[in-house]
């Protein structure tokens, strides 16, 4: 499932190869990625403009346009953006394409069909309306250790919930465990100050890293926890086999020997 890293990945991209170029056509092969907005107000709003700006709070990517509206992106559990030129074949999982005056198309390739498009005039009233908290790389060392005090749950949950901190899966939130140390089963508040302001460096550390990388498993760490999830592995740091349970409804994965 795209997490923060990847949707930064995107965004990056977008930054890159998808701005300043005026868009001609709006295709949307399937019309149930449309949340909230109808293909012709979609194509109303984008036809002859271009896209000007990126942003990202937690999982969504926003692109503003040379108009008023701003482009909102979710990529759901298996969605990528895909940029590039008219010689790429149609995917026949792409749920939004943007043909370009250029003769390039940025499209919204998404597989199991979860993520959606949708267009709104205010971010921040978007992000509030839909209850997401700051975005996990916005939040300071003092703002984390105020979140975790508050906490009722365990700190894999705390760092998971997404009107808490915007960004953080299964994956990445058992990542920043194992390299803070820090049992992800622990209550939040139970955290002393050295271990909340060791959270949140790796807290940093783990999301920089995978996004500079392109969120890409094969060019992380080799002594990263995700590198070996699989109940009985050797931890990577101190050899114990690690333990596969079930935490906030999902398969959480740590080590027994130096998670504490």
Same mark, same amino acid.
């Given at each position: ?9 995107? &965004? ?45 709070? +937690? ?19 298996? +969605? ?12 026949? !999982?792409?749920?939004?394409? /943007? ?8 499209? #919204? ?17 978007? $992000?509030?309306?839909?209850?997401? +908290? ?48 820090? %049992?992800? !089963?622990?209550?939040?508040?139970? /955290? ?10 790796? #807290? ?9 990388? %392109? ?8 002594? =990263?926890?995700?590198? !070996? &999830?699989?109940? +009985?592995?050797?931890?990577?740091? $101190? ?14 994965? =740590? ?6």
């Amino acid at each position: 499932m795209p997490e923060l890293p990847d949707v930064e990945a995107f &965004r990056r991209h977008l930054e890159r190869a998808g701005l300043h170029r005026r868009i001609e056509h709006v295709r949307v092969p399937d019309p149930t990625a449309l949340q909230e907005v109808t293909r012709q107000r979609l194509a109303r709003s984008l036809v002859g403009e271009s896209l000007e700006g990126t942003g990202r709070r +937690g999982k969504h990517l926003f692109a503003s346009t040379t108009g008023a509206a701003t482009l909102v992106l979710h990529f759901g559990m298996t +969605g990528y953006l895909a940029i590039d030129g008219r010689s790429r074949p149609t995917d026949p !999982h792409e749920r939004l394409r /943007l043909e370009l005056a250029d003769g390039g198309r940025l499209c #919204l390739v998404d597989q199991r069909r979860l993520g959606f498009v949708t267009l709104t005039e205010d971010v921040a009233g978007y $992000c509030s309306a839909r209850g997401l +908290g700051q975005d996990a790389l916005d939040v300071t060392s003092q703002d984390l250790r105020r979140l975790l005090a508050r906490g009722r749950g365990g700190v894999k949950s705390l760092l998971m919930d997404q009107s808490v901190l915007a960004g953080v899966g299964n994956i990445y939130s058992d990542e920043i465990c194992f390299q803070a140390r820090i %049992d992800p !089963h622990r209550a939040a508040s139970s /955290l002393d100050d050295n271990e909340a302001r060791r959270l949140h460096r790796q #807290l940093r550390r783990v999301l920089l890293t995978a996004a500079d990388r %392109d969120a890409d498993p094969e060019r992380f760490p080799r002594g =990263w926890l995700l590198v !070996h &999830r699989e109940d +009985g592995a050797a931890c990577p740091r $101190c050899g114990t086999p690690l333990r596969k349970v079930r935490l906030v409804g999902r398969g959480a994965f =740590w080590c027994p020997g130096c998670q504490h």
